[in-house]
């Protein structure tokens, strides 16, 4: 399976960007759906992620303003991102979790929040 995220790019404060997930292929009902990040000069951090009950989890730092959401049929999932902060500014990677050993990642979207 190949993820590709894309939607990146370059906003203003407070400004909204959607990104997206495509997988090449149907990716199991069972797999939790997940986004990272990493910004200048860190390490790739926890944003959100949807387990396959639909239950959502939120970085403290994004709860309330970002929201993950999946569509099973066409192998997506999306980050809607609001109110967009300069510290948010980061290369954004997708994540499906298949098992405790088997998960796949994209090749990361490029955020950047600067006025």
């Known amino acids: 399976v190949q993820l590709q995220a894309s939607g990146g790019g370059m906003v203003q404060p407070g400004e909204s960007l959607r990104l997206s997930c495509a997988a090449s292929r149907r990716i199991p009902s069972t797999a939790a759906r997940g986004w990272y990040r990493q910004g200048p000069g860190k390490q790739r951090e926890f944003v959100a992620s949807?387990?396959?009950?639909?239950?959502?989890r939120y970085a403290d730092s994004v709860k309330g303003r970002f929201t993950i959401s999946r569509n099973i049929a066409n192998k997506m999932n999306y980050l809607l991102m609001n109110n967009l902060k300069p510290e948010d500014t980061a290369v954004y990677y997708c994540?499906?979790?298949?098992?405790?050993?088997?998960?796949?990642w994209g090749q990361g979207t490029l955020v950047t929040v600067s006025s």
């Open positions: 994540r499906a979790s298949i098992s405790a050993s088997l998960e796949y």
């Open positions: 949807i387990a396959p009950n639909g239950e959502t």
